[in-house]
């Protein structure tokens, strides 16, 4: 491992050393993200930044950034989030205690309570938002052919996870599962096409937490809503959480799960065309608006300034989402009514079970895949 800057040690010995990677050029504004709400919410912090494929711009930035450093890390041939294992393998050479940190993810307020007073043995994860299919269990971890041990309250969500070097074995063991042909030929489907248990890494790592090898591990849930917000559409930062957030105290971390909003067009969809079928539209609409109101795009705004050009999606563009962002404060208020119409709906199409996921039983393995 190369690490560019020399000031690159670990600031505080009992907190851990934060990891962002992102190898797509358009995701980088993320990692500034990530970067820029660190420095201000939780300085003591040392940010590493993998960023195999950025532009000599974004390279100059991150030299100015007081608490972020750059690192180049071997390429593994994994993409996506597949490549977390074997990041997180890489530092944990250089480094005792490591956490990811997707670069979709922002803080918004001090996190260090979460990751001070761990012992080693702790692997800290985050919950899936609660319209996450068949949370937890022992499902994942008998369809990869691996022996039950406990059983999980909910699905793991990778967007942030801590390990130490007593999880060195647990790491090699997921990177073994994300290499799997049977892995490897469902991660070529789309999402919807594939195996519950190979939807994604986090699939194969609840998977794993839930075997007879790693059910010793404690496990310490950043819980949704309360921790973070998993913004998987409007209602994956639930109503009730929103209301929370408004009323007392907001999660630390916003998760812009699934497109992101700096990707949106610069022109929202009109809600109907006559030449198209009026459901279609309404639901381009719909995830326009998603995207438009998302709790990650109204906390980013504080940023704006700092991302100079990069900052300019921070504006809702449409008309609605700028008329309840100006009448609503905050992060969560202004996309409520959205997330109430979200929830209802997945509520009702569940109910009638027209949302169940799709399985694909030819991926059930028999043998041990590690
Ligand atoms: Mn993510």
Request: a positive charge.
């Amino acid at each position: 491992m190369n690490i560019s800057q020399s000031n690159a040690a670990q600031l505080s010995s009992e907190l851990p050393v934060i990891c962002v990677h992102e190898d797509r050029p358009r995701n980088l504004v993320g990692v500034k993200l990530a970067v820029l709400s660190c420095a201000r919410h939780a300085p003591a912090f040392r940010l590493l930044v993998n960023c195999p494929s950025a532009p000599a711009s974004f390279i100059s930035w991150l030299a100015d950034q007081p608490n972020a450093s750059r690192v180049e890390l071997q390429d593994s041939g994994s993409k996506g989030w597949n490549v977390k294992p074997s990041i997180l393998l890489q530092l944990l050479d250089n480094y005792t205690d490591v956490v990811w940190f997707d670069s979709d993810i922002l803080a918004t307020r001090d996190f260090s309570g979460h990751f001070r007073d761990l012992s080693p043995e702790t692997l800290v994860v985050t919950e899936e938002p609660l319209w996450g299919q068949q949370q937890g269990g022992v499902s994942r971890t008998i369809a990869w052919g691996l022996e039950p041990a406990r059983s999980l309250e909910s699905t793991v969500n990778s967007g942030l996870v801590r390990v130490t070097r007593h999880h060195v074995k647990m790491l090699e063991a997921w990177q073994a599962m994300l290499c799997h042909p049977a892995y490897v030929e469902a991660q070529a489907h789309p999402w919807f096409e594939r195996p519950l248990h190979m939807l994604g890494d986090q699939e194969a790592l609840t998977a794993l937490l839930a075997s007879v090898e790693f059910a010793h591990l404690p496990l310490h849930y950043l819980r949704r809503g309360r921790d973070i917000a998993q913004c998987l559409g409007p209602a994956g930062f639930t109503p009730s959480e929103r209301l929370r957030a408004m009323i007392q105290v907001g999660p630390a971390f916003i998760h812009a799960m699934g497109p992101k909003p700096w990707q949106r067009e610069a022109v929202a969809p009109p809600l109907w065309r006559r030449s198209e079928p009026v459901l279609a539209t309404s639901r381009q609409w719909f995830e326009y608006m998603s995207s438009d109101l998302s709790p990650y795009l109204l906390a980013a705004r504080a940023y704006a300034e700092a991302l100079r050009d990069d900052g300019i999606w921070t504006r809702p563009r449409s008309r609605l989402a700028r008329l309840l962002s100006s009448s609503a404060s905050g992060y969560a208020a202004p996309g409520l009514m959205l997330a109430v119409f979200d929830h209802c709906t997945r509520w009702m199409l569940r109910a009638s079970g027209v949302a169940r996921h799709t399985r694909i039983t030819r991926s059930v393995l028999t043998e041990r895949p590690f």
